[in-house]
């Protein structure tokens, strides 16, 4: 059986790449693969630790400089990845080459997979985000390499810059259960006629939260922030909520458990967001047959256009009307989009084509 290994900064965690690696995984496996995985951190196989963000800091929060390690160090970082990588007959990477949180690292991961079989995961590269603008470096390309985006403006984005790409979009798995709405609200404490806005998200600045939690104090309902904070937000986030409670909001901020309970327990998932990669949390909402209100970034009106109907939410008024007399073809028809366009079949069976134009199928 062929191995594929899967590397990343981390794996194994709750953060959107790592989420969408493991359907990754699955689906290699299920094409027949022995998988193994590879990364800085997180619950994997074999652990590189040079691999992690922010293993080579330059102080730039988190922005990797062309200092930040001398190249006899990138060298030695590319023969200790080779070595993990041995026994790989294909490698996906998942992120690394895209986003210069770690350049040595991907400068290493590059160097190791010269001329062999791999495909860059590419979630959100540096031009996509302001604070990484000056570095072009990556993705880096090759001929023996093959490259997806997991959206149709990244992958137009890297056409534009001459690296050809195809689109393969997160899969989700339509048959998670419904979940324990009680049990979702005992496990943190909410009562049952709490009204609940779920922001199911790390807490960084792009995230949002002040929108989030204006939208809950509108809507007289309890903020639920489920995410750590990352990226040095922690003093702002802090000060956020501290605000919010000052005014009277009531303030969860305490991990969600299983998805299901986590969306049965929340009557609006709040996701107003200035960017992402993609954005899974108003796709679970829709399986779990919960509404959304969504921010206007440009994947999420990419999703929209399949057919998804999100509120709003600096519109909290419709929001409310909503709540007040649920329509159940809003979250039929999200379900039905979501059904059509982003399962796990449909995932695996994009792969499936990219693995076979190349030549690499089992």
């Not at 810059?161 to 339509?174: E, H, K, M, S």
């Not at 049952?192 to 960084?204: S, T």
């Not at 002040?210 to 003093?235: K, M, Q, R, S």
Request: charged share 25%; aromatic share 6%.
């Amino acid at each position: 059986m062929p191995t594929c290994a899967v590397l990343s900064f981390r794996l194994g965690g709750t953060d959107g790449v790592s989420v969408v690696a493991d359907t990754w995984i699955d689906a290699l496996r299920g094409l027949g693969f022995d998988v193994v995985t590879v990364a800085g951190e997180g619950s994997v196989d074999r652990m590189v630790p040079d691999l992690a963000i922010g293993r080579w800091p330059d102080g730039r929060a988190g922005v990797e400089g062309p200092d930040a390690a001398s190249d006899a160090e990138v060298e030695a970082l590319t023969a200790e990845v080779a070595d993990a990588l041995a026994d790989a007959d294909l490698v996906v990477v998942e992120n690394l080459g895209t986003i210069p949180m770690n350049l040595p690292a991907a400068r290493a991961v590059a160097r190791a997979r010269a001329g062999r079989p791999t495909v860059w995961h590419h979630h959100d590269p540096s031009w996509q985000r302001a604070r990484y603008a000056d570095v072009d470096e990556l993705p880096r390309d090759e001929p023996a390499w093959r490259h997806v985006a997991i959206n149709d403006l990244t992958r137009d984005q890297l056409r534009a810059r001459g690296i050809d790409a195809v689109t393969i979009r997160n899969g989700f798995d339509l048959d998670t259960p419904l979940g324990d709405r009680a049990a979702g609200r005992a496990r943190v404490g909410l009562d049952d006629d709490e009204l609940v806005v779920l922001h199911p998200v790390r807490a960084i600045e792009r995230k949002q939260v002040p929108v989030a939690i204006a939208l809950a104090e509108a809507l007289g309902a309890t903020y639920w922030l489920t995410g750590p904070a990352e990226e040095g937000y922690g003093p702002t986030l802090e000060a956020e909520l501290e605000a919010a409670r000052a005014r009277g909001v009531r303030v969860l901020h305490a991990p969600g458990g299983p998805a299901p309970d986590m969306y049965a327990a929340a009557d609006l998932v709040a996701f107003p967001s200035t960017w992402e990669g993609f954005g899974n949390p108003p796709v679970e909402a829709a399986l779990h047959r919960r509404p959304a209100a969504v921010g206007h970034y440009p994947v999420a009106d990419e999703l929209r256009a399949l057919g998804f109907r999100w509120f709003d939410p600096t519109e909290p008024e419709p929001i409310a009307r909503w709540l007040a007399a649920p329509d159940e073809a809003l979250l039929e028809a999200n379900l039905t989009v979501a059904r059509r366009h982003l399962s796990l079949g449909a995932m695996a069976a994009g792969l499936r084509a990219l693995l076979d134009e190349a030549g690499w199928l089992p």
